[in-house]
């Protein structure tokens, strides 16, 4: 008996040793999270990571990339407790009007300032905000009448254009069109001097005896009155208008209604005129063509002084290379004046415009030579603008 007790207890601390090492540790029991997948069977791994829960891995989404932050918000001032809900917007414009200041000869007169001018709109005394010498570039246009009638001074014309062209500085930009019954554009926008040059070695033999003049002027206005800057046209032609489109009334309001345009005429009548005289005019019957050449001069003149240019009537073939010369010396010596009127309306009405030039003590501006002489001058600006409504 007590051989089996002893046997009896020595089975019973083996099985207890062995029940000790079957069972997991307590670290183990902390550190191995419960597992429901069968034995063998490989586990795909957690795309982010993280502990696993009862029926998987829980996969964390993907951290997203941090977008910047929304620019601030400007927030309107606070309008204050019983100011009305409205707003205003006013519109100040600006009338520029350039100036020319010659000598009866033609010779600009420098070194004026601010105070020597006065400029009145409809009678009222304007405020000049800006005032200085011209020296932008410029946009010109030859606009050459090319037929048949009188061609003989018009072929001198042209020869002596290339003084015009001569003058021109690499900033400018000039083109050239000729006209009969309609416009031809000879020559586009072009800052090369030979370009004018070949445009103008192109007009040698015209094909019709046609000037439509008016509806010329007036294409070449509206293409005009789509570029900024100063712009001029140089207007070589009878003035005679045959059968245009348009009426003398509706070219002359678009001359009007164009800003910053001025208009240099040359009237070819004159000379034809003296010509036809010394040959005995009346015995070849044209003396209503007399009077055509006579009431186109007056409306060449016209086109000039509405814009703020010059009119001339040469009488021989030589004066016009001078003319020429007269021509660019105007544009590139001009005062340019600026001002706010006081009827800001933007009304569509016609303003009329003069200029006045005053001495220092308020009378008027005496202009002398190097001897002392007193000299009589021209002052040269547009007789009047139209106040168009602002497009937006």
């Known amino acids: 008996m007590p051989i089996l007790a002893g046997s009896f207890r020595n089975c019973l601390w083996l099985l207890v040793l062995a029940a000790l090492l079957v069972l997991p ?57 019983g100011m009305p809900d409205f707003s205003i917007r006013v519109d100040v414009p600006v009338v520029n009007v350039p100036v020319t200041v010659v000598t009866k000869e033609g010779q600009f007169i ?47 014309a042209l020869n002596a254009s290339y003084t ?8 400018d930009w000039i083109a050239v069109i000729s006209y009969d019954m ?42 005009l009155d789509r570029i900024e800057g100063r712009k001029f046209v140089i207007l070589i032609a009878s003035g005679r208008d045959t ?38 005019g009346s015995y070849f019957g044209v003396q209503q063509y007399l009077l055509d050449l006579m009431q186109a001069d007056n409306e060449m003149n016209t086109y000039a002084k509405l814009t703020g240019g010059r009119w001339y009537k040469p009488r021989f073939e030589g004066e016009l290379p001078e003319i020429f010369r007269d021509v660019a010396a105007n544009i590139r010596n001009e005062y340019s004046i600026a001002y706010h009127p006081t009827n800001a309306k933007l009304d569509g009405t016609y303003r009329k415009l003069k200029i006045e030039l005053t001495a220092p003590d308020g009378g008027p501006l005496k202009v002398k030579d190097q001897k002392g002489h007193d000299l009589r001058y021209l002052v040269i600006a547009r007789e009047g603008y139209t106040a168009k409504h602002q497009v937006e």
């Open 243 to 280: 059968f245009s489109k348009l009426t003398y009334d509706k070219v002359l309001k678009k001359v009007r209604d164009t800003p910053n345009v001025q208009i240099y005429a040359i009237s070819t009548g004159e000379a034809f005129r003296m010509w036809l005289d010394s040959v005995g």
């Open 164 to 171: 015009f062209a001569a003058t021109l500085k690499p900033q």
């Open 182 to 223: 309609r416009s031809h554009i000879i020559s586009d926008f072009t800052q090369d001097k030979r370009e004018v040059y070949a445009a103008l070695g192109q007009l040698r033999i015209p094909g019709f005896s046609e000037t439509n003049l008016f509806d010329a002027l007036y294409d070449t206005l509206d293409r």
């Open 25 to 81: 540790s307590p670290a183990q029991q902390q550190g191995s999270p419960q597992s429901s997948s069968k034995p063998n069977q490989q586990q795909a791994p957690a795309e982010a990571g993280g502990p696993e829960g009862d029926v998987g891995p829980i996969i964390l989404p993907k951290k997203k990339e941090e977008e910047a932050p929304p620019p601030p918000t400007r927030t309107a001032p606070r309008q204050p407790e």
């Open 110 to 156: 420098p070194g004026l300032k601010r105070e020597n001018f006065k400029i009145y709109e409809d009678g009222q005394l304007q405020q000049i905000s800006n005032f200085g010498v011209s020296e932008a570039p410029i946009t010109a246009v030859l606009l050459v009448e090319f037929a048949s009638t009188a061609y003989r001074f018009m072929y001198d």
